[in-house]
Nanobody
Framework: QVQLVESGGGLVQAGASLRLSCAAS????????MGWFRQAPGKDREFVAA????????NYADSVKGRFTISSDNAKNTVYLQMNSLTPEDTAVYYC????????????????????WGQGTQVTVSS
């Protein structure tokens, strides 16, 4: 069983930066992937970024490429999301997720793929 606790959300102005953290309790398997989704009011949950636990390979949604960076500290069982050049369109609840299955290098952007979800942290970007 894995529990995820996100932190680092808040209210910022457009152009600012935030760093989200997600601490996992329980074992993240070497086959696993950790990542982030987000959900804005009235919209579906949207894939943001993911990183493989063993090799640190990353994948990003087109909407955040070049602005967001996902990283991990395996010793601390923690994944981070550095968000730069934030815009009001980035306003959402951000969820940390874990997929423990081996995907052969394939990154899924489907919410149902991910076994574990955190409670979410609110990010609000004002214009």
């Amino acid at each position: 069983q894995v529990q995820l606790v996100e932190s680092g959300g808040g209210l910022v102005q457009a152009g600012a930066s935030l760093r989200l953290s997600c601490a996992a309790s329980g074992q993240i398997l070497s086959t696993g992937t950790m990542g982030w989704f987000r959900q804005a009011p009235g919209k579906d949950r949207e894939f943001v970024a993911a990183i493989t636990w063993s090799r640190g390979r990353t994948n990003y949604a087109d909407s955040v490429k070049g602005r967001f960076t996902i990283s991990s500290d395996n010793a601390k069982n923690t994944v981070y999301l550095q968000m730069n050049s934030l815009t009001p369109e980035d306003t959402a609840v951000y969820y940390c997720v874990v997929d423990q299955s081996y995907r052969g290098g394939f990154f899924s952007n489907l919410p149902l793929t991910y076994n574990y979800w955190g409670q979410g942290t609110q990010v609000t970007v004002s214009s």
